[in-house]
């Protein structure tokens, strides 16, 4: 996962790109980074070339002022791609990133392999009332407290107090928990309440995917989710796939908001099996005949 950095708009923006093969695409979600992909990355690039960026405003980018939509990510992806001289990829989206991913592929669906879609957003109004409650006012001065050094050291200290009485965090604990760190300065907190504020307001999700993805060229589409997803919930792929065509819903038992973190070796061999099936049209080709006698 050794990183490196181009410049795209004026700022660094931090990926990693490793192996060779078809591309492979992740995109993170709120408050993620590319060090969430980083088992996959492993168990993919001995056949596979693996794009693995830290969106603007997350991880290791730049935090600039500006355009943090939805439509912006997407074009950002676009010019990584044109700078690595790679035309096509199938994109894999968790959350935030399953609505960049679908953007991307209603912008430029010509560069679409296939869609890849874990506890996306873009599917439903229903949302956690945390992430609901960053677009109130004074949300900002909320953050800078909360987010602060001395209360996130203290925070840390029971975390580590209740593992040795026999408490695990489980992936979705622990992944919140490290991207909640990450808002310790003001330019990461800015840039986290830009783009949660770019796709969610008080009464949810603000942006849905359903008309476009309807409308859009035929590729195959997968979609992940957890059975006890407390973010985003369940359901919404379940509703997804009758309404979007092509598209097939594995659902993780037990898993939360991150079952690619839950079970990553079942995941990477449902990616590859996906990435193995052929195209929509010739997954809808009836079997050859088979000749009796």
Sequence with gaps: MTPRTVRLHGHDLSFVDSGSGPALLFIHGILGSRRQWSRLVD???????????????????????????????????????????????????HSLGGGIAMQFFYLFPGRVDRLVLIATGGLGREVNLVLRSATLPGAEQVLSVVASAPVLSKVQALGQLATKVGWHPGSDISAVWRGFTS????????????????VIDIGGQSISAHDRLEDAPPVPILLVWGSKDRMIPAWHAISAQSSVPH????????????????????????????????????????????ALG
């Excluded at 600039?64 to 690595?84: K, W």
């Excluded at 808002?183 to 770019?198: G, H, I, V």
Aim: proline share 6%; with cysteine.
């Design 183 to 198: 808002l310790a300065d003001a330019e990461s907190r800015r840039a986290f309440l830009a783009t949660t504020r770019s």
């Design 43 to 93: 168990q993919l690039d001995d056949d596979h070339r693996v794009l693995v960026p830290d969106l603007f405003g997350h991880g290791d980018s730049a935090k600039p002022l500006g355009d943090y939509s939805l439509s912006a990510h997407a074009a950002t992806l676009r010019d990584l791609l044109d700078h690595l001289g790679i035309d096509r990829v199938t994109l894999v989206g």
């Design 247 to 290: 598209c097939r819903v594995e659902l993780f038992e037990g898993a939360g908001h991150f079952p690619h973190l839950d079970d990553p070796d079942r995941f990477t061999r449902v990616l590859r099996d996906f990435v193995a099936s052929g195209s929509v049209e010739e997954q809808a080709e009836p079997p050859p005949d088979v």
